[in-house]
């Protein structure tokens, strides 16, 4: 039985933030530095790269993030063949992305060099696939995979720097940084991954039992990866249908209101990573009190006040961080803002479902959403940009709460009665 225990849990989200924390840092870094010294075009452009590179993670990982962790959280003791199943699925689907990226970056509506550097700087980030960022969050090697995880911003934002100085061509230097902090981020993990495997793992690979094989069956892992990838798609969809759909301007300053929201949401993340593995080994009971009703109207009372804080002082965040020239942002502060409190419910309920391995769940409620976000951007886009973005987004939340809230219900529903069954069974 593995009950979240507080004390425990912000270790864990300490251990992880120490490095998480500097790489949001060097993240927002470069947001601040391209919107003030190259304006709203330079960081639309860059921001859009960046939304492109996100949402192709996920269908590399397709599953795999999410499946892999929960395998050697549970089996560490097969390790070495979890991950060589994991990567060799995961470098596939890298090359399977190429594509893909090359068909996007021709559609955008933006002159021949800037469709470049989005290809070239998305293509580099599909070297995520050989990272095993996955392995070291399913042994809980937290402040490895906080480190980890600030290399590729770090690496942006002193190639930024350097190219500023050097030769003014800023998104150039941008995507060499970007490809240059992921290869880091391999070799750096891969060593630690060396250092994990037993002696006798050397002579061969072992098979592991078929129970444990099952889940990275490709059936099985795409459930998981489209669930995934669906949600992922949901954050970024707004800012690729901008890119689309809009011009670079309106995309420049979704970017900068959207990019104050999740960095306000970057503590919450912590948390809810740092969880993940605890949720995997959770039994009926624990899950049931995970789902308690004051603990979701707490993080919507936590998330409400945070929101409202935000709002009165969107003028002068946007003023401080950004300048006069992203005025227009403000806007569209007032209203992603109120993103967080659904946020933090969605993203709970989520992170506990795919640990429990209801990811068909997930998958359900995330689609409907994104298909309600994307009918609705495609029709008010083109009249109001971003301001219709930004509003889509919150109504699409609300869609993927209830779906959510619904799901809880049933779930527990489900629990209490094993829970009740297993208490009867021990009395007889």
């Not at 840092?25 to 996100?54: K, T």
């Not at 990866?225 to 690729?240: E, K, Y």
């Not at 900068?256 to 605890?278: F, G, K, N, W």
């Not at 002068?316 to 109120?338: D, E, H, N």
């Amino acid at each position: 039985m593995k009950r979240l225990s507080g004390i425990r849990l912000a270790r864990k989200a300490t251990h992880l933030g120490s490095g998480e924390i500097l790489g949001r840092a060097c993240s927002i870094s470069v947001i601040v530095f391209l919107g003030r010294e190259y304006g709203v075009v330079i960081l639309g452009v860059y921001g859009l790269a960046l939304a492109i590179s996100r949402a192709a993670n996920p269908f590399i990982d397709f599953g795999l993030t999410h499946v892999g962790a929960r395998l050697l959280a549970r089996h560490p003791e097969h390790g070495a063949e979890i991950v060589r199943l994991v990567q060799r699925r995961r470098l596939l689907m890298a090359v399977l992305t190429l594509p893909l990226l090359i068909a996007y970056a021709i559609s955008m509506r933006l002159p021949f060099h800037l469709k470049l550097f989005v290809l070239i700087f998305s293509s580099t980030s599909t070297l995520y696939a050989v990272s095993l960022e996955w392995a070291a969050w399913g042994k809980e090697s937290l402040k490895l995979l906080g480190f980890a995880r600030a290399l590729v911003p770090f690496s942006i934002l002193v190639f930024v720097v350097v190219g500023a100085w050097q030769s003014g061509h800023v998104l150039w230097w941008a995507a060499a940084g970007n490809g240059v902090g992921y290869c880091a981020v391999g070799g750096v993990l891969w060593l630690w991954w060396q250092r994990q495997l037993p002696p006798q793992s050397s002579t061969g690979p072992i098979q592991i039992p078929s129970d444990i094989l099952a889940p990275l069956i490709f059936r099985r892992t795409s459930i998981m990866g489209l669930a995934w990838f669906a949600q992922i798609a949901f954050n970024s969809i707004d800012t690729l249908m901008l890119g689309q759909m809009s011009s670079p301007q309106q995309v420049g300053l979704y970017s900068a209101a959207y990019r104050i929201l999740t960095q306000i949401l970057v503590t919450y993340y912590l948390i809810l990573l740092s969880a993940y593995p605890t949720f995997a080994r959770q039994d009926a009971k624990d899950r049931t009190k995970a789902l308690r009703v004051s603990l979701l109207l707490t993080l919507v009372g936590v998330g409400s006040a945070i929101a409202t804080a935000v709002a009165r002082m969107r003028h002068l965040i946007i003023m401080v961080v950004f300048g006069q020239q992203f005025v227009g942002a403000m806007a569209l502060l007032a209203v992603v803002i109120w993103a967080i409190p659904l946020d933090f419910v969605t993203s709970y309920l989520n992170n506990a479902y795919f640990a429990w391995g209801m990811e068909k769940r997930v998958l359900v409620c995330v689609g409907v959403a994104a298909a309600v976000d994307i009918v609705s951007n495609i029709i008010w886009i083109p009249r109001y940009g971003a301001m219709a973005a930004a509003v889509n987004t919150i109504v699409s939340y609300l869609v993927y709460l209830a779906g959510l809230l619904l799901v809880r219900r049933n779930t527990r529903i489900h629990l209490v009665g094993s829970v009740s069954l297993s208490k009867g069974t021990c009395q007889v």
